[in-house]
């Protein structure tokens, strides 16, 4: 992988009428890498992955591929592939015809397209199935031809619209590791569009988290993971537990805060964030640990807890009644405990982060299964 | 359990029959029966003139199909190639734009293509009669414009025959062109496009192979009622472009020939049988899913 971008969107935006699908999106994806949209359904990624395809045209703003500008230029002269959500597959044709539709369009010659096709099953391990019609195929099968269909044309980048949620569970885990094998194998750009954040986490290189038409933040997984750049962001990826805090010192790159029942708590300084300045603690259920006999770190209520085999899954509640999920692994020595005891929570020094509040979020804690 | 589950098992070999029950009493009763007695039928002599047709393996009228309406045989089937082909030429467009830009409009628009067969077949068909007339607007502005020579008339030609019988059967293209267009997933034409085809080679290649189903459904429901039809000839054409089924219903109304007519309507039969399958096996329908 080198740094070089493939696909550079510059400032788009995306309107249909009056509502505002992508918002002002600025960023480039390099060549190479697994790259994916992730976000809950509206978010933009589709449209987005659309006006890459050529299928929508950006309001304003630009898309460069491979540093030409092509939004205005039709998804039959852009050299990008995508697979689609259910794949579209052409019924009426056989697989072999179905993988050889692209270099047909483009007048290959036949030698080589049947060479390519080929090829190409074999990548895709589907060698024998080239005289099949689609319909005589699994869900797994189709999903590997539309792959075969759009690699066999050798793109700058291939498009991939949430394409193993029609699925089971199951399959969608093998093709997700075989998705990274095809992707090592052939060395394209993958630009991969879920809502999963869990099939993002797997197969990423990076990740742009998006909300309501915008992107919240770009990251490798683990970036996003450990360091959101924000609430929705913290919210969306995994479980996370977010307590309101008001800033008290900046220093350097340090900050510390307070939480509502006085506890002082530090973490990374968040640009812009000042002494005073409402904020938001972030910290996942696994970074905690829980204490009893000590004063250290926030007192809290055991609410609710479950056995869930490696671990223990524990519901807590502040004295100011915030709810609180934490993870306590089998490792940790803790008295029995039952719903109504009182616990300390305490985390490691770089295990909460502090973010800017979201209005809308003004509610203490957003905890998604 | 046991006996019910064998109850449950017998009603399960006899509900495909009794669904099926009805509509094998009809074929036989509506079908098969009226076949047998028009085959007897055509099979029959009559003494004289005036005497009733009795069976007696008498092939001649067959013969006498062949030999003495031929012609009119060529020109249905002619006319009603051509009425067919008009047909597909006007319907596909229009079942194209009402199931891929009709959005909300979509049944509004259909019905619109059906709403004037509401009105009495005959009544459509003596309509165009006026329209066509020579005394009419048409023929005028087409003598007009030199289209038509000075003389030049519309109604009692080819034209005007195949002209009706396309106009008066479009509907049996465009319903069942439309049903196979609509089915057709958007997605397909995307996928197409994002494959390097243009607009053009995505219908060609997409597309209308998937709308085949449609187009051969449309063209039997055009194409055999058309080369059967009497009316339009009757009323548009004259008696030099008269098809078999003037001479069919002259047969049994007028001359009160029936061996002949039977004979003639079995040959019809037969032929549309073959043209069918000869048009199913070109189409390749079998293949499509």
Same mark, same amino acid.
């Given at each position: ?5 493939v696909?550079?969107?510059e400032h ?7 509502f505002?699908?992508?918002d ?6 390099r060549r190479g890498?697994f790259?994916?949209?992730?976000g ?13 395809a ?6 304003e ?7 030409e500008?092509v ?7 852009r050299?990008?592939n995508?697979v689609?959500?259910?794949?579209a597959?052409?019924?009426h044709?056989?697989v ?13 010659p036949k030698?080589?397209i049947?060479?390519?096709?080929d090829e ?8 024998d199935?080239?005289a ?5 195929l699994?869900?797994g099968q189709?999903q ?5 269909r759009a690699?066999v044309?050798?793109p700058s980048?291939?498009?991939?619209d !949430?394409p ?11 093709m997700q590791?075989e ?5 090592r194998?052939?060395g394209?750009?993958?630009v991969?569009v ?5 099939e993002a986490?797997?197969?990423s ?5 998006m ?11 683990? !970036?996003?993971y450990?360091?959101?750049a924000s ?15 008001t800033?008290e010192n ?5 900050a ?5 029942d ?19 603690f972030?910290?996942?259920p ?8 000590t ?5 809290a ?6 056995f869930q085999g490696?671990l223990?899954?524990?519901e807590l509640?502040?004295?100011q009644?915030c709810?609180?999920?934490a993870?306590v692994?089998?490792?940790e020595n803790?008295?029995l405990l039952?719903?109504?005891d009182?616990v ?14 979201h ?8 905890v998604p299964? | 359990?046991?006996?019910r589950d ?5 009603r399960a070999?006899?509900a ?5 029950g ?7 009763v509506f079908?098969?029966?009226p076949l047998y ?7 029959s002599a009559?003494?004289?003139?005036f005497?009733?047709p ?5 092939w ?6 062949f030999?003495k309406?031929g012609d ?16 597909l030429?006007i319907a ?10 009709g959005?909300?409009f979509k049944n509004?628009?259909l ?8 009105t009495?077949?005959?009544i459509r068909?003596l309509?165009w009669k006026?329209?066509?007339?020579d005394?009419?607007?048409v ?14 008339t ?12 396309t106009?008066?059967?479009l509907?049996?293209?465009?319903l ?5 267009l609509?089915?057709i ?8 496009r994002d ?5 053009w ?11 085949l ?20 000839a009757?009323?548009l054409?004259?008696?030099?472009n008269s098809?078999?089924?003037?001479v069919?219903?002259n047969?049994?109304?007028v001359q ?6 039977a004979?003639l309507?079995?040959?019809f039969?037969?032929?549309?049988m ?5 048009y199913?096996r ?8």
């Amino acid at each position: 992988m080198t740094d070089e971008t493939v696909i550079a969107i510059e400032h788009v935006t995306k309107r249909f009428g009056a509502f505002v699908a992508v918002d002002d999106a600025d960023f480039g994806i390099r060549r190479g890498e697994f790259f994916s949209m992730l976000g809950p359904s509206g978010c933009g990624k589709t449209t987005t992955l659309r006006m890459i395809a050529g299928f929508e045209q950006p309001s304003e703003g630009a898309i460069r591929l491979v540093g030409e500008d092509v939004s205005r230029v039709p998804p039959y002269k852009r050299n990008v592939n995508t697979v689609f959500q259910q794949y579209a597959l052409f019924p009426h044709l056989s697989v072999s015809a179905n993988v050889a539709f692209g270099l047909q369009s483009k007048k290959v010659p036949k030698a080589d397209i049947a060479r390519r096709v080929d090829e190409m099953l074999a990548v895709v391990r589907l060698a024998d199935f080239g005289a099949r019609k689609p319909a005589q195929l699994s869900g797994g099968q189709q999903q590997r031809v539309a792959l075969a269909r759009a690699l066999v044309n050798y793109p700058s980048a291939l498009l991939l619209d !949430e394409p193993l949620g029609a699925l089971d569970l199951k399959l969608r885990q093998t093709m997700q590791l075989e998705l990274k094998r095809i992707q090592r194998e052939v060395g394209i750009t993958f630009v991969f569009v879920t809502h999963d954040q869990e099939e993002a986490l797997t197969m990423s290189d990076r990740i742009a988290v998006m909300n309501e038409g915008r992107v919240e933040q770009i990251g490798t997984p683990e !970036e996003i993971y450990h360091q959101p750049a924000s609430e929705f962001v913290a919210g969306f990826i995994g479980m996370a537990n977010l307590l309101p805090a008001t800033m008290e010192n900046v220093d350097g790159a340090r900050a510390t805060a307070v939480l509502p029942d006085g506890t002082a708590v530090s973490a990374a300084a968040v640009e812009g964030l000042t002494r005073g300045d409402p904020a938001t603690f972030m910290i996942r259920p696994e970074r905690m640990q829980l204490q009893v006999g000590t004063s250290e770190g926030i007192s809290a209520e055991v609410v609710d807890l479950v056995f869930q085999g490696p671990l223990i899954r524990f519901e807590l509640k502040t004295a100011q009644g915030c709810p609180i999920v934490a993870h306590v692994g089998p490792d940790e020595n803790l008295p029995l405990l039952r719903p109504g005891d009182r616990v300390q929570i305490t985390w490691d020094a770089d295990g909460g982060r502090l973010l800017r509040r979201h209005e809308q979020m003004a509610a203490s804690t957003a905890v998604p299964n | 359990m046991i006996e019910r589950d064998d109850q449950g098992r017998k009603r399960a070999t006899i509900a495909p029959w009794l669904l099926q029950g009805p509509g094998i009493v009809f074929l036989i009763v509506f079908f098969f029966f009226p076949l047998y007695t028009l085959g007897r039928m055509a099979l029959s002599a009559r003494a004289s003139r005036f005497s009733d047709p009795v069976f007696s393996w008498h092939w001649d009228n067959f013969s006498s199909a062949f030999s003495k309406y031929g012609d009119q045989f060529t020109r249905s089937f002619l006319y009603a190639a051509a009425a067919t082909l008009l047909a597909l030429v006007i319907a596909y467009p229009l079942a194209y734009v009402i199931a891929f830009r009709g959005g909300r409009f979509k049944n509004v628009l259909l019905g619109l293509v059906v709403v004037p067969f509401f009105t009495n077949f005959l009544i459509r068909t003596l309509a165009w009669k006026t329209i066509l007339g020579d005394q009419g607007t048409v023929v005028s502005v087409l003598r007009g414009v030199g289209i038509l020579g000075s003389s030049g008339t519309l109604l009692r030609t080819p034209l005007a025959v195949i002209g009706g019988l396309t106009y008066n059967f479009l509907p049996f293209m465009v319903l069942p062109v439309y049903v196979a267009l609509e089915k057709i997933d958007p997605r397909l034409v995307d996928a197409a496009r994002d494959l390097y085809s243009d607009t053009w080679r995505a219908f060609r290649k997409v597309v209308f192979p998937l709308s085949l189903p449609g187009v051969f459904a449309g063209s039997l429901l055009v194409f055999i009622p058309a080369a059967g039809d009497f009316v339009n000839a009757y009323y548009l054409g004259n008696t030099n472009n008269s098809m078999i089924g003037n001479v069919v219903q002259n047969q049994f109304l007028v001359q009160v020939d029936y061996p002949v007519a039977a004979a003639l309507s079995f040959v019809f039969m037969a032929i549309v049988m073959v043209i069918v399958i000869a048009y199913a096996r070109v189409l390749g329908t079998e293949d499509l899913v």
